[in-house]
Each structure stands twice: as C-alpha cells, then as structure tokens.
C-alpha cells in the first residue's frame, strides 16, 4: 500500500474523530475473524508462533539496527514499497 494513500486515510480519520482505522483488506478480514472465532483466532496465532524462528539463532538477543536486519525476503518484490517508501522519505543510510 502507498504510504501517501494511508497517510491521507489516517489524516482523514483522525479528523472524523474515528476511534479506529483498519486500512488493508487482510487486516479487516483478521479483525472480523477475532471478533467471530475469538478462541479460533488465538489457536491459529499460537500456531503461527511456533513456526516462527526462535531468537536462539541469528543475532539471539542482542539489539540489531534496522540496517543489520535483512533477509532473503528483504530487499526483494515483498518490500519493494516499504524499500521504495524509505526513500522517498530519506530513511535509507
């Protein structure tokens, strides 16, 4: 998603006085599945969560800049608007 356009989503909301802003279409799916499947919904993460690589390998604990941070998926297709947002917004050094 465009930083602009949820840039202007957020502005917008923010002067409607809305409480909450769900931007993208996975998100409002998720938000509706944990209002429906509570339970479901925290088996399903759980289950995410063990999939997920444990901090006992790569940097373990120790605090990592965000430049030090990459992956096989990053930079790549996947990022290329975070990448692209980035430096538009001179946030690459």
Known sequence: MSAEWAARRIVN?????????????????????????????????ALVNMLLPSDEGGAGKQAKTGKQSFSEVSPSWVTALNERAAGSNNQIS
């Open 13 to 45: 909301a923010c002067l409607r006085g809305d409480a909450e802003l769900v931007l993208s279409l996975p998100t409002k799916i998720a938000v509706k599945m944990n209002a429906l499947f509570p339970g479901l919904t925290s088996d399903v993460l």
